[in-house]
C-alpha cells in the first residue's frame, strides 16, 4: 500500500491543524494505521494509532486529549485532528500501515508516508 500524509503547516501555539495519510495500492480496510512523528535531533515517536475496524484507537499521554485520529475507509484515508497544539508539537508528522498486529512500535508498521512536518510557534 502507498501512503502520502499531507496537511501540516505553520500554526500557532494553541492553533489546530487536521493531517490526512491518503492510502492506495491494496485494501486500505486490512491495516491498521498508526501516526508517527520525529521532532529534530529525537527519535522517531508513537502519537496515535487505529485498528482496522476503526472501533479502537490509542494515543501517546503526551497528545492526549488534544488529538484524534479516525478513518474513513470509503475514501481510504486516515486522519489526525490537531487541537490545542503546543510548540512540543513540532516535528515531521508520519503515517504508517501495519497488516498484521495493532502496536505503538514502529518497526512493525510495513509501509510508511513520505512525512508532512507541523511547525508550531510559540
Known amino acids: 500500500v502507498q501512503l502520502q500524509a499531507f496537511g501540516g503547516g505553520l500554526v500557532q501555539s494553541g492553533g489546530s491543524l487536521r493531517l490526512s495519510c491518503a492510502a492506495s495500492?491494496?485494501?486500505?480496510?486490512?491495516?491498521?494505521i498508526g501516526w508517527f512523528r520525529q521532532a529534530p535531533g529525537k527519535e522517531r515517536e508513537f502519537v496515535a494509532r487505529?485498528?482496522?475496524?476503526?472501533?479502537?484507537?490509542s494515543y501517546a499521554d503526551s497528545v492526549k486529549g488534544r488529538f484524534t485520529i479516525s478513518r474513513d475507509d470509503a475514501k481510504n484515508t486516515v486522519y489526525l485532528q490537531m487541537h490545542s497544539l503546543k510548540p512540543e508539537d513540532t516535528a515531521v508528522y508520519y503515517c504508517?500501515?501495519?497488516?498484521?498486529?495493532?502496536?505503538?512500535?514502529?518497526?512493525?508498521?510495513?509501509?510508511w508516508g513520505q512525512g508532512t512536518v507541523v511547525t508550531v510557534s510559540s
Open positions: 487505529i485498528s482496522r475496524s476503526g472501533g479502537s484507537t
Open positions: 495500492g491494496r485494501t486500505f480496510s486490512n491495516y491498521a
Open positions: 504508517a500501515a501495519a497488516l498484521n498486529g495493532w502496536t505503538v512500535l514502529a518497526v512493525r508498521y510495513d509501509y
